[in-house]
């Protein structure tokens, strides 16, 4: 570990992820992850009158799905981290608030679901909560409008762009004896490489994956070739292309292990989304549905869960400024070490 | 402390707010409290040339000011937590990106100084960074603009309404043997009492400080007469009223301690702000410039900082939905336990 500076932290008592659960629209289920979703919703309303309740009932779900699957009641977790897109958080805010779980809201754009873990997991490994919960979601018809245009208005996407995900991931962490266990996380620092086209977030937000990964094996001394693989949240088709690229420049190849959870959730041959998928929910759906199951079985034995999320707002968009990014880093084992 | 649920958390070995800077505007410096800021700003556009940018320099600055008067340099902070009431919290994103510090990103609405400096001090007192920083900021002009009404549009406020502040506040935490010290905290839970009226938050807010404050007390076995002040963020007169009769319906007196930052920051006969202050920069300057200075000193020993925030967006408040509200709690002192 550095000693000036301690942003990758290693656990004392690796916790476990204990329960998870991703939820998905019809898209997500037509995709090639399809089958890994738990619950499927055609309805993009979610038996609600706008989008936006829609995303709650959303996050609702991930929750309800993540306790059930655990055997858990509301009233065992000590803390709930969680977040999205919204103006205000408010798809997690109304979402989650019936169950009366001590809450605390995190902003972290596309990063959110790495942020929600690494602070259950580090509030289980410190003995500050005994389970802890985190939760996002996305859904593309409420990040549609609200930063980018009408959904009537049906403007050409450009071919850097990526498609929103309408979707959600919930877990609870706790201390146990079974995999698969947190082992460490890496804080990241906001990174901003003067990006400033809002249509080519994965160009604007590799950087900030490059820089958390990269701490990472410094602080560590931990290489690629420790984990199976090396797991960005959004970065898409062009993203993926230049993070490999500047590892490529420092002489780490990364690209046989590296995947892109925004680059797997659709089928880009059939479901005309451009670059890949983006959005909290993209990374955090994946993570939970597809990720941790294999790393509970043992079919995969470490990975690095780092999700990347781009820090612009439409209104400083608007007022010109470039798209500063942050990733936050999980490692995720099937071995408590 | 009960056993059911660990909402209030006991540091172990209390950590130190080793330092703390307030930044306001014209309006804060013309009112009661103006001699307590570090600096005030005349100009509402902080030198640039949009009002968000302004906010973004405005938390520049009290970090800045905290770092120096802490005689800290940014390499040595470990984690910085931080968020505001801009959407996407851009105020905070954009303000502290050249510090290059590890950043956690929070959404708590006003209560966001508590967030942080109950999420900076568990990570100091179990061990996760030696040195965290929390910062928070709030300016009437993005405010009012996102929030309400176009600035120019001149709309009647209502009686009930808060003059959201133009100020923020900056600490950092760390071991020492120097007070003051945070001794322990609560995280507050999502509480919606049906309130939809955004122009009187104070009565959404109150309910939410009520469960928070009670918990506290429940689970510490402490009492009002345990703490010099009880300070509530921006409950303003209104919400402060319906807090104190809250805990008066429980045969506890709360009046005589009772502490309101959106009630003190502004001189209500002359500054025309009808129920009082608001925004995260109201409670956070407020504590940073007038309640951490005393209990450094030792001019009072102990205070409750519980700060409110009320969860809505603009688009759920056109969408007809309540204000759910949420308030986190911290127990600073002269004395270390």
């Not at 629209?25 to 979610?46: Q, S």
């Not at 931990?222 to 993926?240: C, Y």
């Not at 490999?244 to 959730?265: N, P, Q, T, W």
Request: with cysteine.
């Amino acid at each position: 570990m550095r000693e000036h500076r301690r942003s990758t932290i290693l656990m004392q008592s690796p916790p476990t992820v204990l329960s998870f659960a991703a939820i998905g629209g019809k898209k997500e289920a037509e995709g090639p992850m399809g089958e890994y979703f738990d619950k499927i919703n055609e309805d993009p309303y979610f038996s609600e009158d706008t989008f936006e309740k829609g995303e709650s009932q959303l996050q609702k779900q991930a929750v309800d799905h993540a306790l059930r699957k655990g055997g858990l009641e509301p009233g065992q977790i000590d803390v709930l981290f969680g977040g999205d897109l919204l103006n205000q958080c408010t798809g997690t805010t109304y979402g989650i608030k019936s169950y009366e779980i001590p809450f605390l809201g995190i902003y972290g754009a596309c990063s959110t679901m790495a942020e929600g873990l690494l602070l259950a997991s580090l509030f289980v490994d410190r003995q500050i909560a005994r389970k802890a919960m985190a939760v996002t979601s996305s859904h593309f018809c409420t990040a549609e409008r609200q930063y980018r245009m009408p959904l009537n208005y049906g403007g050409q996407r450009t071919p850097t762009s990526q498609w929103t995900a309408t979707a959600s991931g919930a877990l609870a962490v706790s201390a146990s004896s079974q995999p698969p266990y947190v082992r460490g996380c890496t804080v990241g620092k906001i990174v901003d490489m003067g990006v400033t086209d809002a249509n080519n977030m994965g160009a604007a937000m590799a950087p900030a994956a490059f820089s958390t990964i990269s701490a990472f094996f410094e602080d560590t001394g931990l290489t690629p070739g420790d984990f199976d693989h090396i797991v960005t949240g959004d970065l898409g088709a062009v993203g993926s292309s230049v993070l490999c690229s500047l590892f490529e420049r420092e002489g780490v190849s990364i690209a046989d292990r590296h995947l892109d959870c925004g680059k797997m959730i659709y089928d880009p041959d059939t479901q005309d989304v451009h670059a890949g998928g983006s959005g909290c929910g993209c990374a955090g759906s994946l993570l939970c549905g597809y990720f941790l199951p294999m790393l509970q079985k043992g079919t995969i034995k470490n990975i690095l869960f780092a999700a990347t999320g781009a820090l612009l707002s439409p209104t400083v968009s608007q007022q010109g400024q470039a798209i500063p990014s942050i990733s936050h880093l999980v490692w995720i084992s099937n071995e408590r070490g």
